[in-house]
């Protein structure tokens, strides 16, 4: 039983007239301006800034790097982590995936959640988690170290920690977006191969796998990428274990040494959009499209053989332990002073609530809080509607070159850090410019949310590109011969099919973006200090003895912030999704069969 | 209810709209510092901890109406240094000489003479009023002596790499982006100026960094330096004079000073005033300058956050242990001109090349 069919589509568009192509005509017209002011010019600019050196290409950053053992081997370090990084995360984050959603394993709500941690608990604050389980005065290490006395307390580094570490960090991804192909799978399929005689290893390799190809496909990009631009894992367990990711951050803040960051940049770039396209080329070939036309909610599968049965829920609790341990400890650990953090030692002794008072009752920190839940607020959820809007346009014309090369463009972002980008647009837009209709960005208040905005695009588009191939593209022809409008079918049948993945990312690009520091500390306005910008005005080691502390209690309340709106947005908002989507399916196939007549 | 997931949906844009409408509707009351000549744009890295709230309270005391943009030295410069063709802020203060003159390169400040010039050491005034010093900071070696006695004290930063005795138990910088990280460098470097060698430095000066690179302990983000200095574990480190006394106090250590022959590199925190173009009135910025500089001001700031003042005035007002530290210690002497023309490429070769 193969899942891919194509179904020739009928042609509609021969029947619009000119005019009620006009608002689309308008937003080509706005998509050309966006590539044009925000993605290329900007970015060339940057570029040539760094490069041509008094009026001359400068290449010496070729050689300076060449020449560095130090920078060569971060390269070829991210390299390593990102192959290994990619079977890693991918068979952890299926296997957690199928234990919660596809299998019965009992328990499986409460494993979800051990899963999901990673959403609000990530970066410096989830290895510092991973050091309290793990590092020198760890509680694992502990005992490790009482039953092997041969083993030395530091032994949690270099890149086997980092592999380890990543491995459970990356996986949110998964637990978002293959969770939602999970569940829009098709029971019908399911029973119908096992009646006719399919084991539960047959039923997953040629149903369930075959229709989760895209979000597969987009899983194995992103966590190559994340292999890739490892940032926390390699600065907090890595040791010797160097990436190349903190150079470039270190490169880009020096004026001087830029050449270098974009250069190690655009290698990384390079080798994301290399992946990217051919994973694209493979995804082109098939249409993933579940056969049944009507289609059931999958039921939990139980495993038959009690074995396997067992080994999977050990597995699964054993999973949940590794991800659940180090965010319970940082949450002990906000509640220690100084002494106890500094020695990572848990003890009555060392509790106080002091750290807690001190930002909760500082009624400086709202502002800030409420600032960047704003800012990043709003350009998650603009950032995923305008990519919707792409990815359809990208879709509707598979054939033509020119769509493809517009989705081209939407992936730059990629290839630059995040702080050239900034830099690129100030250095374009500090004067009044015509491209901005005469506006200016220095000292604007939305350069900052533009910028978030900007960094969210790739994957947005990515994510969005691998849901709308699970759509049903029936449904949507369905709309338009009952007559309905193309912006009302937009609304209509396909928003509502995109819901779960759109409000995923959402919440993924709201929380990435929650905390910056690196591009407000360029870009924010004076009367609007953003939460990074509090953080590191409270918590400066330089100034603070007691930043430790007061960054942990930070990250607490963070994450709190971070799990409301990721319950609000993703949590509630897919559930109602859900409902409303089996109520358009249900339309969807009482219309079909008048249309096809 | 299927109308539901668009209510859940509408309900969280709105409230992002509400907080984002929020901030731009008072935006708008307080916004564009520049049209209003009354208002005071202060860049700085020098206003975490406090100090913000604490000059903020003083300036409206005394009639300042302030906004500020704070984040680390780093960051504070280059975001100067790219909005250079619309300069923003009125004043910046708290970074270093060698970027205050890299600034003045770029013709981002204008000249002016504060009332509090002549309360300034002439060697201390190096800016051609440009920029001026408000406080200093000694970045020197130090030792525990709980751990460290005889003839393993260090006399200067190259007798740590040659220690069979101090290997991996001295501190070295794990990255070379703070300031303080970086004059640790320095303070190896410039011993061995030399025109003919590469980056003005001599190749022996290179091997040395790369011996006390190769040699010493850095600290991984999991660790505390500063437990590590107290407990002994890496008992020989770095640090800046305003912060000892509280370090000392909370970590429960005295460290001690170690004062080679060359001196003990010696940094000032700089105001200055922005070039804003000949015809904008930079009465308010000049009149800020003179109220903060003063000794008055800079004695109080000193009072609350620590550090040395730069003005003879006020030098009275800082605390007993950084007096001492500045007793024990002597300024080396640096060309920071100099040290601004290359600081950069220094940095860039110690990361690219001498870092293990």
């Known amino acids: 039983m193969k899942a891919t069919v194509s179904i020739p589509k009928k042609e509609w568009n021969k029947e619009t007239t000119f005019f009620s192509k006009i608002p689309f005509y308008l937003f080509c017209l706005f998509i050309l301006w966006f590539v044009v002011t925000f993605l290329l010019f900007p970015n060339i600019n940057v570029l040539r800034d760094i490069f041509w050196v008094d009026g001359q290409l400068s290449l010496s950053a070729f050689q300076r790097l060449s020449s560095s053992s130090r920078a060569i081997q971060s390269i070829i370090n991210s390299f390593l982590l990102a192959f290994v990084l990619v079977i890693t995360v991918n068979l952890v984050g299926t296997f957690i995936v199928l234990v919660t959603e596809y299998f019965e394993v009992k328990g499986s709500n409460f494993l979800r959640i051990g899963f999901m941690s990673t959403f609000v608990f990530s970066g410096m604050v989830l290895n510092n988690g991973y050091l309290y389980v793990y590092g020198q005065n760890g509680i694992i290490t502990k005992v490790l170290t009482s039953l092997f006395p041969n083993l030395t307390p530091g032994w949690f580094t270099g890149f086997p920690a980092v592999l380890f570490v990543m491995t459970f960090a990356c996986t949110t991804n998964h637990m978002l977006f293959l969770r939602n192909g999970v569940k829009g799978l098709d029971n019908n399929t399911i029973e119908a191969a096992k009646n006719l005689g399919s084991s539960q290893w047959q039923v997953l390799k040629d149903i369930v796998f075959p229709t989760l190809f895209p979000i597969m496909i987009t899983l194995v990009i992103m966590s190559f990428q994340m292999g890739l631009g490892a940032m926390a894992a390699p600065i907090m367990v890595g040791g010797k274990f160097e990436t190349i990711s903190p150079m470039i951050l270190n490169f880009t803040q020096r004026p001087q040494s830029r050449d270098i960051a974009a250069l190690l940049s655009l290698i990384l770039g390079a080798a994301q959009v290399v992946l990217l396209v051919v994973m694209t080329r493979n995804e082109k070939k098939g249409n993933y499209m579940s056969i049944s036309k009507t289609k059931t909610r999958v039921t939990k599968q139980k495993i038959g053989n009690p074995i396997a049965n067992t080994l999977v829920h050990a597995i699964a609790y054993l999973l949940c332990f590794i991800y659940l341990l180090p965010l319970v400890l940082v949450i002990l650990f906000s509640f220690m002073n100084l002494q106890g953090i500094s020695r990572s030692v848990l003890s009555l002794e060392y509790f106080t609530l002091e750290n807690y008072q ?7 920190s709202y502002g800030p809080l409420m600032t960047s839940i704003g800012y990043a607020g709003l350009a998650a959820v603009f950032a995923v509607l305008f990519m919707i809007l792409i990815a359809r346009i990208v879709m509707k014309n598979k054939k033509k070159k020119i769509a493809e090369i517009t989705e081209y463009f939407f992936y730059i972002p990629w290839l630059l850090p995040s702080l050239m980008i900034a830099l690129g647009l100030i250095l374009s837009y500090g004067a009044p410019s015509p491209l901005l209709f005469g506006n200016s960005v220095i000292g604007s208040l939305w350069i900052l949310p533009l910028t978030y905005m900007i960094m969210m695009l790739p994957a947005t588009l990515r994510y969005i590109k691998g849901a709308y191939y699970s759509f049903d593209e029936n449904l949507e022809d369905a709309s338009r011969i009952l007559g309905s409008s193309s912006i009302r079918t937009f609304l209509k049948i396909i928003l509502p099919a995109l819901l779960p993945t759109a409000l995923a990312l959402v919440a993924l690009n709201f929380n990435n973006f929650l905390a910056d520091y690196d591009l407000s500390a360029f870009l924010y306005h004076p009367a609007y200090p953003t939460i990074g910008i509090a953080i ?3 918590a400066d080691s330089a100034n603070n003895l007691n930043a430790a502390a007061i960054n942990l209690v930070y990250s607490v309340i963070l994450m709190i912030v971070g799990g409301v709106m990721f319950y609000l947005i993703y949590g509630r908002g897919s559930k109602v999704g859900e409902r409303r989507k089996k109520v358009v399916k249900e339309k969807g196939i009482l219309e079909k069969p008048k249309g096809e007549n | 209810m299927n109308k539901k997931w668009l209510l859940t949906l509408m309900s969280t844009t709105s409230v992002l709209m509400l907080a984002a409408c929020a901030s731009e509707g008072e935006a708008d009351s307080a916004t564009a510092p520049e049209s209003d000549s009354e208002s005071i744009l202060v860049y700085s890295n020098s206003l975490a901890d406090g100090r913000q709230e604490w000059l903020d309270e003083k300036a409206t005391e005394a009639g300042f109406d302030m906004q500020y943009v704070e984040a680390g030295g780093g960051e504070i410069f280059n975001r100067l240094l790219a909005e250079s063709s619309a300069p923003q802020a009125d004043v910046t203060f708290g970074m270093d000489e060698a970027m205050f003159f890299q600034l003045n390169n770029e013709d981002l400040l204008v ?4 009332s509090w010039t002549n309360e300034i050491p002439a060697e201390a005034n190096i800016g051609d009023q440009y ?7 000694r970045i020197f070696m130090m030792y525990n002596p709980e751990f460290i006695e005889g003839d393993d004290i260090p006399e200067n930063w190259q007798d740590l790499s040659k220690n069979e005795a101090l290997q991996d138990k001295y501190r070295i910088p794990e990255n070379l ?10 303070s190896i470097l410039l011993q061995y100026v030399d025109e003919s060698g590469d980056l003005g430095i001599a190749q022996e000066g290179w091997d040395e960094v790369e011996a006390f690179l190769a040699n010493g302990y850095a600290t991984p983000e999991s660790e505390d330096q500063l437990q590590n200095f107290s407990d002994g574990t890496v008992p020989v480190t770095f ?7 509280n370090a000392e106090e909370e ?8 004062n080679p022959d060359q001196g003990v590199v010696t940094m000032r925190e700089q105001i200055g005033i922005l070039n804003k173009g000949d015809d904008h009135d930079y009465s308010k910025a000049e009149e800020f300058v003179d109220w903060f500089g003063s000794a008055e001001m800079q004695a109080a700031f000193v009072d609350e956050f620590g550090g040395q003042p730069v003005n003879e005035v006020a030098f009275e007002s800082a605390s007993d242990r950084i007096t001492e530290i500045a007793e024990t210690t002597t300024p080396m002497d640096i060309d920071w001109n100099f040290v601004q023309e290359n600081l950069n490429s220094w940095m860039e ?3 690219l090349e001498l870092m293990p």
């Not at chain 2, 982006?177 to 320095?186: A, C, M, R």
């Open chain 2, 349 to 351: 070769k110690v990361e």
């Open chain 2, 251 to 258: 970590y429960d250590f005295t460290g001690v000073p170690v």
């Open chain 2, 111 to 114: 000249q002016y003479e504060p």
């Open chain 2, 131 to 137: 920029f001026h010093p408000l406080v200093e900071q």
């Open chain 2, 239 to 245: 640090y800046f004079s305003g912060g000892l006394g």
């Open chain 2, 177 to 186: 982006t703070s300031g303080t990280n970086q004059k640790s460098i320095l």
């Open chain 1, 358 to 364: 001190q930002i909760l009752f500082n009624r400086n």
């Open chain 1, 536 to 538: 590191r005005s409270n």
